[in-house]
């Protein structure tokens, strides 16, 4: 999906007098594909070219899902750039052959189609805990459209880069700084014991390290309990 995931933390946290930034990473919303070969690197260099672009030196980043991914990339090319990490739903670990196949195959469908709209409903079941499917028809829906809107080249591009991307557990324990960890209890893409896995991996590496579970929530905490994570974050970074 794209920066629009992030709108009501974005709100939240501006009004706390902090600065936000939410790009959308190459191939999605407003931004263009990249030229390269699929990398989850190339979006790090995308996100500090923004930041030079912005005359950032340093910068608190944060990702959900592929955005962890992203921010773990960034912390293997440019830890000089991040001064403290949140991980979001997400996980270090690298795919399996499974999960690399199913990312091809997802790839190939839109590909094929020309659009991501197709994929939606298959994918709704894992994004969305058991609990928003059943009583949040509106984010259901909002999600469903969101992904539909998605171009079809950069859902497959960004799929391929997830499948290449590597174990990051070594990069969490080396980076020192400041660690969030959120996900949400009903998340089974990226659940609790991932989280846990990042988590002992920074503070391993000394990092002061915090973790959030977002009850009845999935994999979308920013969409599912927005509130909840504008919260989580607001009261993580005001201790920094």
Do not use: C
Not at 42 to 48: E, I, S
Not at 96 to 112: D, F, G, L, M, Q
Not at 172 to 199: C, H, K, N, Q
């Amino acid at each position: 999906m794209d920066s629009s995931l992030w709108a009501t933390q974005r709100q939240s946290l501006a009004q706390g007098g902090h600065r936000v930034i939410t790009p959308d990473l190459p191939g999605f919303g407003g931004s263009a594909l990249a030229p390269e070969p699929p990398s989850l690197d190339v979006m790090a260099d995308a996100v500090v070219g923004l930041l030079d672009e912005l005359g950032i030196e340093r910068a608190v980043v944060g990702g959900l899902s592929m955005g962890g991914y992203v921010t773990m990339a960034l912390l293997r090319r440019h830890p000089q750039r991040v001064a403290a990490i949140v991980l979001a739903d997400t996980k270090a670990s690298a795919d399996t052959p499974e999960a690399a196949a199913n990312r091809e195959a997802v790839a190939s469908a839109v590909e094929v189609a020309g659009n991501a709209a197709g994929i939606a409903d298959g994918m709704l079941a894992n994004l969305l805990g058991a609990t928003t499917r059943e009583s949040r028809p509106d984010v259901v829906a909002t999600v469903r459209r969101w992904i539909g809107a998605q171009p079809a080249a950069g859902v497959a591009w960004a799929q391929r880069a997830m499948a290449a991307r590597p174990d990051s557990l070594t990069d969490i324990a080396a980076f020192g700084g400041p660690v969030l960890v959120l996900y949400g209890a009903e998340d089974t893409i990226s659940p609790a014991i991932d989280a846990r896995a990042m988590a002992d991996a920074a503070r391993s590496g000394g990092s002061a390290t915090t973790v959030v579970e977002i009850p009845a929530a999935g994999h979308l905490t920013a969409v599912e309990d927005p509130d909840a994570v504008a919260h989580a974050l607001g009261g993580w970074l005001a201790t920094l």
